[in-house]
């Protein structure tokens, strides 16, 4: 049983949901997943769980999900006890699981509390920052000397180098690096790519630079807005385009900053396009040149990245958690400085056709197929290592 904090739009719960569904489905894994929050608030819109990408795909793939019966999470302040019908309703569900998949370290809160069924917890963590999650390192450290996890899967290396100097035994961090459906997500002809490009409002000829993220302090928006600005001059023919959630007009902050950048030359704004939450990115990254972040904390291994990639878009980064080894040989590492982005930009875009065959020659290494495959390894370890028997694989 995997538990989410909730269902909202972000690259670590896209992961997870490709993982449970892949393993679902294999033949020798039952999976449920149980949402302590029914909606999340979050980057200033309302998320309902039943119209979340990853909880439909969980459906599709006949993955049980239970809620445990909070209403919203996220951007409001949260009860940090449970009440009595939400433990019960906890420990009945983790009673019929062999394995606790716990998504991040936030919901360890619920594991860690006084006669939670003594199940195997698998850690899944994402992340580069241990120290900026709140009290979320703490319930994990908890869990540990309390004995109950029996791995925590690092999706990068720089996540397993930062959560051992956090204190978390060496022994229990395994990597696994992300991975993403290479038949969804993979370049497409050129016809295919123009009509895709009328379909976002973008000339068949523009020199398209996408960035895919939720409006997050992590994500450092203003910086690629600075970047967008000096690109947008220097490209006659550029467009940029944002998707995620809270990358539309409905955020007043985002227009805010957009008003402060191109109050002297509004007319760029033209070319800038707010798309929000989508759920077609691999259409939208077929269309463009260069897959962009400028993340300055706390990422990992960015699906975006990697997707983008996988599209045939450059990818382009600051060099924060694991870009720099995620993009070699096929993309650029930036420095954090707007002129310095805007023009990798440019020169991904010019040399969009040169790099293409490593982009292409690099997907295997990219195969959610080996990633689940992985998972599966390390979650049968935890199986075998509480002295229950691992089911031959198909």
Known sequence: MSIYEGFFSGGARALHTTVVAGLHTGGTHHHSVLSIYGAMRRETILQRMEDDASYRS??????????????????TATRRTFS?????????????????????????????LPGFPRRPVVVCLHRSDPENQGSALAEFKAAVADGRVAAAICCAESTRSAYEAAGIP???????????????????????RAALRRSLGVPAKAKVVTMAARYDPMK??????????RYLEREPAGHVLLCGAGMTTANAELC?????????EPRHLARLHLLGIRRDMEAVYAASDVVALTSTSGEAAPLCLIEGAMCGAVPVSTDIGDTAIIVAGHGLITPPEPEAIS????????????????LLGSRERF??????????????????????????RL
């Open 58 to 75: 969980l459906s599709a793939a006949g993955v049980e999900v239970r809620p445990l019966g909070r209403r919203i999470g996220g951007d």
């Open 84 to 112: 009595a019908s939400e433990v019960a309703t906890a420990f009945a569900h983790a009673e019929r699981a062999d394995i606790i998949l716990s998504l991040k370290e936030q919901p360890l809160r619920l594991v860690n």
């Open 170 to 192: 060496a022994g229990l961090l395994k990597v696994i690096p992300n991975g993403v459906d290479l038949s969804r997500f993979q370049p497409v002809p050129a016809r295919r």
């Open 220 to 229: 450092n928006v203003p910086l690629f807005l600075a970047a967008a600005r």
């Open 256 to 264: 805010g900053l957009l008003t402060e950048l191109f109050d002297d």
């Open 343 to 358: 023009a990798a930009w440019s020169e991904a875009v010019h040399r969009r056709a040169e790099l293409t065959p490593a």
């Open 367 to 392: 195969s959610h197929t080996r990633m689940i495959a992985s998972y599966a390894t390390v979650i049968d370890a935890a199986y075998r290592d509480a002295g229950l028997r691992v089911p031959e």
